[in-house]
């Protein structure tokens, strides 16, 4: 199911597992990757790709979602507004969201705008995973200072992390260590 609006998504009792992070992260990408089908989501190389609320129901059991992207550049102010807050009400109010997982580009030194989103999830007390994507476009030894980067920032704020992954949909890695921790969240 797509839509926009929150209060549309389809009924709440199944658990469910959300993808957010900047345009062209590879959000869609690493959901179609998780179930194996290449062309589930709708993925693009141009940022904005998806611009609805995307529910996949998996197995009968529980639900991926897609999400819009933020920091769009081209995107319109009130585009930005309506993400806010479609988002907003979305993540707040969805009480079967058992975690969301937030995607970031390990190419990047730690960008303000996932910090703050980082910050609202932390104040919203909403759990949250960190997930590094594209891990084949780097050398294990950059994304290994990348990721001890990304720790170094967090840890002035905060003493205890959240669960960290390293995917590529490209190579299919990181497939594994993602459906364990959902399966053991399930359970
Ligand atoms: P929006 O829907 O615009 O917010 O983007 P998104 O986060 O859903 O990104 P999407 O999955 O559409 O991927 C963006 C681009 O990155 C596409 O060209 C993908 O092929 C590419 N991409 C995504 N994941 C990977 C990856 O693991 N490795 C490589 N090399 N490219 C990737
Ligand atoms: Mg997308």
Known sequence: MSNTDPGRS????????AFI?????GKSSLINMLVQRKHLAKTSSTPGKTQTINH???NNTWYLV???GYGYAKASKSNHESWG?????YLKKRGNLTT?????????????????????????NLPF????TKSDKMKKSELLSSIKKWEDTLHKTWEVLPPMFVTSADKHE??????????????
């Not at 389809?10 to 597992?17: M, N, W």
């Not at 992070?21 to 992260?25: M, P, T």
């Not at 990181?174 to 359970?187: A, H, M, T």
Request: charged letters at 25%.
């Open 56 to 58: 996949y129901y998996i």
């Open 129 to 132: 995973s960190l997930v590094f």
């Open 10 to 17: 389809p009924e709440s009792k199944k658990h469910e597992f």
């Open 100 to 124: 969301t997982f937030i995607l970031l580009d390990p190419r990047l030194e730690p960008q303000s705008i996932d910090l703050d989103f980082i910050r609202w999830m932390a104040n919203q």
């Open 85 to 89: 807050s479609m988002i907003e009400t």
């Open 174 to 187: 990181g497939r594994e260590q993602l459906l364990g921790y959902i399966q053991k969240l399930l359970k």
């Open 66 to 68: 897609d999400l819009p």
């Open 21 to 25: 992070g900047r345009s062209n992260v």
